[in-house]
């Protein structure tokens, strides 16, 4: 088992080493990095368990409703399971998020791991559309608490001045995932159920999680049990009622985005081709690799790369830039490039600039929360966000099936979200450099 000791009181510096800035993981123990590692494991398969639908849907679809490939009903149903998921994840999240104040960090990362792996695999005996979106919304609960368990354990045991750049790290691990989703879907091709089977292995992670130890590791003030992991706590008492509120119009923005404009890059892409004569097949197949490796690609460098830009600027303004960023690529990866490989030169920018401000989530909202509601606080406001969005990608979806209205132009006007992301940052709190056993 990790000592809680051992995962707070890194080893002194020496006195030349303390007359300058040392590297965020500079003095981070042993057992720090394996709680890191732990969490990222986890949440690297969590992230297939989500990601291979996206990867998959282009052949899952026309098979289990039973028409062409390329039919619109196909097209329907998809946006219809990604709403499903992104429900399933907020009630999942925050439902989980809450367990672990409750329970500990380890017992309720176990029960999230068992939920995504079992309920992934069993997606690919579905038979019918109804069956799939049960299963899928379940995988979404797990996967969504997973996240929550995950970045809570975390924020607790690094120091203030590591915790922006592991929580990076373990949020950029989500694109690692995506990576093995989109392997997987070009290797197993149209026969998209082995993918899903696939999604069985990882529950063997519940025998690696055992031995990293459980509950929280910063030592809260004496909270009686009524009140640990309370919903009515969390929204009634200030100034935590507020920052949940706001947190989650935040993320609302972050998850919206990414489902509406950075997934439907993969969409983009096959529309560019289709519309300079490209097959159908074809198109598809290089849509999926553009992106599992540009866009995904480019995502993951950006998440690592946040952490390190928020410790050094500060948690608004880097989400401030971040989201101005997003807001001007969007437009410029439609409408600038005229050729193909033109177009392949922006999408990891495209990714970066769209998705790597999302680690952010990561080491800010538990930051924003006492250690009794860190976890239901993280977890509301990351997946409680997920309900805005579900109905925002119900819009996206809407307003590209518009007639008249091309791929480009609705992705273009869909990117004014982050309008409404610049306005959450303007007025939620500064955390950098927070002492999370002081907030109690």
Known sequence: MLNSARLNTPPLPSA???????RWYRGVTTAQWMVLVVASAGW?????AAQI????????????????????????????FFSIALIGGALGGTYFGSLADRIGRQKAMIV??????????????????????????????????????GVSYISEVFSPQARAQAGSVFHATSNLGTGLASIAGILVGTNWRLAYF??????????????TGGGATVTPAPVKDAHRGSFKDLLTIQP??????????????????YWCITVAGQDLVEDFLIRRGTLVPEAMSRAQFAYGFLINGGGFMGALAFGPFAQWLG????FTYALIGGMLIVPITCYLPQTYGQLLCLLPLFGCLTFGYHSGFAFYFPELFPTHLRGTGAGFCFNGGRLIAAVLLGVSGW????????????????????LGGLLCVRFLPETKGENLAKVV
């Open 315 to 318: 948690r608004r303004k880097a």
């Open 112 to 149: 999230t791991i068992l939920i995504f792996t079992i309920f992934c695999g069993l997606t690919g005996l579905a038979q019918n559309p109804w069956e799939a979106a049960l299963f899928r919304f379940v995988v979404s609960m797990g996967t969504a608490g997973t996240w929550a368990v």
């Open 53 to 80: 639908f996206n990867v998959t849907r282009s052949s899952m679809m026309p098979a289990i409703l039973h028409v062409p490939l390329g039919d619109p009903a196909a097209k329907l149903w998809g946006d219809i």
């Open 16 to 22: 030349a080493a303390a007359a300058r800035p040392l």
């Open 44 to 48: 690297i398969f969590d992230s297939y």
């Open 240 to 257: 935590w009622g507020g920052r949940a509120i706001k947190g989650m119009l935040l993320a609302a923005v972050g998850i919206s985005t």
């Open 399 to 418: 307003l590209k099936a518009r007639p008249g209205i091309s791929l480009p132009a609705a992705l273009s006007l869909l990117a004014l979200l982050y």
């Open 198 to 211: 696939l999604g069985f292995l990882p529950v063997v992670m519940i025998f690696w999680v055992r031995p």
